[in-house]
């Protein structure tokens, strides 16, 4: 399964040259050259990691970042800043936005195949945190007052997709109760909701997750992504 990797850079040129190094090294990229088009994505699109210009018009490479920090499944994702520009200030500001490595322009393949290879392992843990197998289960869900059942559609280390929504919006708080086969006592996560989707499906990310029952999700989903 390849990692998927973001791409954005105001200069076309440079844009088609990073996007042909990832891909000659078998990463799936999306490049982008609108800032603005690429935090819409990020809020919609999970990624494995993000190459980003510092000085781009609209949003800048650290407004992005922190966009991007801030966002419900790509604010762990390790973020490279492309620049020309490597004085310290710029590096200040970009380590204070969220920045993981700063990558100088122009780059070549033997660097961008170094600095992945370092990160890796990060990016795996990642992907497998994102990775959703089927489940179909009941799962009891409380906020507060308000209790539902709803049936899951899958699972993944990170979290759930549910058929119900029981009316929670984005961003609230969930109690989740279901049972996981083959483990025998039910798993009792906290989650909180990230996405909606049509007709009435909601994607939670698990907020509060006991040792046993993070274990218990891995062991469901060992063998699927493999380093």
Known sequence: MAMKLLVVDDDPEVLKIIKNLLQSLAYEVLALADSREAAERVNRQKFDGAFIEARMPHLDGCALTRHIRNSPSNSSIPIFMLTGFDDVETMRAGFRAGITFFLSK???????????????????????????LPLRTVVHCRAGEHEFTAASLNIGEGGML??????????????????????????????????????????????????????????????IVKG
């Open 106 to 132: 122009p780059a070549d393949l033997n660097q961008l195949q170094g600095l992945l290879k370092h990160m890796h392992a990060a990016m795996l843990r990642e992907k497998r945190s994102y990775l959703r």
């Open 162 to 223: 549910l058929e119900a929504s029981g009316g929670l919006e984005q961003g609230q708080e969930v109690q989740l109760r279901f049972s996981l086969p083959p483990v025998q006592e039910a798993l009792n996560p906290r989650a909180q909701v990230v996405r909606r989707e049509p007709p009435d499906r909601m994607a939670v990310h698990f907020t509060q997750l006991a040792p046993e029952e993070r274990k218990a999700i891995q062991a469901y989903i060992a063998g």
